[in-house]
């Protein structure tokens, strides 16, 4: 069974602009969870999507948003980019329903200059 | 005080010897634990899962589980050069859905030859 994928791998982005990241949970999975992970923070949740609706969100400015399609894939857009937001961006499917188990894809290292 | 505890590290077994991880959580609602295992520049990877009082063990690892104490911990038997790396314990969130998954920062662990 494939795992996670989540693209693209690397971005540079400059402050101010907006970025979108994709995500494609493992099949039959229709949890995806976004995480954000810095030195400094550790592995910060943003919020998870089921069955196309958002179930849970972390405390972020709203400039981070997502969407869960119909397929389970999951995107995150994050706008007006700020040099903070440099991080590993991490998302991880599961099963959802009582199985709680997460499996991470390989991230996203975006920075921001 | 922080939902998910973890003592940072560096925390240095030899090989061979048990390698011992401590975790508490502040919550006592708290259902589903597991733990993660990251090495430098990957993603987490989940390694266990333990959602009753007692031990699990799957191979070298085994899990521990005290709700009443409120911790958790991993054991790694005959340590091995290849277990360096970041472990992470995670912990449901009680007070919203189950889905919403709170890491502690993580423990760095190096297994010296």
């Known amino acids: 069974k494939a795992g996670v994928t989540q693209t693209p791998r690397y971005l540079i982005k400059t402050r101010g602009q907006q970025v979108t990241l994709s995500c494609s949970p493992i099949?039959?999975?229709?949890?995806v969870s976004w995480y954000q992970q810095t030195p400094g923070q550790g592995l910060q949740f943003l919020f998870e999507y089921f069955s196309e609706t958002q179930r849970n969100k972390g405390n972020f400015p709203g400039r981070f948003s997502g969407r869960q399609f119909s397929n389970s894939r999951s995107e995150m857009n994050v706008s007006t980019l700020e040099l903070g937001d440099s991080a590993l961006y991490l998302c991880a499917s599961s099963l959802g329903r009582g199985n709680y188990e997460q499996y991470f894809g390989p991230g996203t290292r975006l920075t921001v200059t | 005080q922080k939902e998910v505890e973890q003592n940072s590290g560096p925390l240095s077994v030899p090989e061979g010897a048990i390698a011992s991880l401590n975790c508490t959580y502040s919550d006592r609602g708290s259902q589903s634990f597991f733990w993660y295992r990251q090495y430098s520049g990957k993603s987490p990877e989940l390694i266990m899962s333990i959602y009753s009082n007692g031990d699990k063990e799957d191979g070298r690892f085994t899990a521990q589980l005290n709700k009443a104490s409120q911790y958790v911990s991993l054991l790694i038997r005959d340590s091995q050069p290849s277990d360096s790396a970041t472990y992470l314990c995670?912990?449901?969130?009680?007070?919203?859905?189950?889905?919403?998954?709170?890491f502690g920062s993580g423990t760095r662990l190096s297994i010296r030859p």
């Open positions: 099949s039959g999975h229709r949890s």
């Open positions: 995670a912990v449901t969130h009680p007070y919203s859905s189950a889905s919403k998954i709170i």
